[in-house]
């Protein structure tokens, strides 16, 4: 008897020369993006939304789930979450990155680098 999960997940490897593996696990519903990849922009748009979310988190265990994006393992493995994620072809866009971020981490970018003394150039 083969038993799915109800969910799928997919690692994302960021290798040190710019290159993306992606294996994918779970759920039959949602998109099959594994494979390899030249380079983050090469990834789908949703794809790239989310691991931009997790770039920010520190990588140092244990690390913590952002609910809806994923997790950070380290410093070039994530696990991105598939399920409710808007269908591929349509990209959130970076816009909605402080408002995701205000969200996820009780604050937006300005204030957080406002905070540590990053100035805009």
């Known amino acids: 008897m ?4 109800d969910h ?14 992606i294996l994918c696990v779970g759920g039959i519903d949602a998109p099959d993006i594994s494979g ?3 380079g983050v922009n ?8 989310k691991l931009a979310v997790l770039m920010i988190c520190d990588p140092t265990p244990p690390t913590k789930q952002v609910s809806g994006v994923g997790r950070r393992i380290n ?12 269908p591929p072809d349509v990209r959130v866009g970076i816009g909605n990155f402080n ?3 205000k969200l ?5 970018q300005d204030e957080a680098d406002a905070r540590v003394g990053i100035s805009k150039f």
């Open 42 to 49: 090469d990834l789908p748009g949703w794809v790239q939304d």
């Open 104 to 108: 996820t981490f009780g604050h937006d």
């Open 8 to 21: 799928k997940i997919c690692r994302v490897l960021v290798r040190i020369d710019g290159t993306v593996c």
């Open 75 to 86: 410093t070039n493995t994530f696990w991105i979450d598939v399920d409710g994620t808007i």
């Open 36 to 38: 390899a990849y030249s």
């Open 2 to 5: 083969t038993e799915y999960f």
């Open 99 to 101: 408002k995701l971020q």
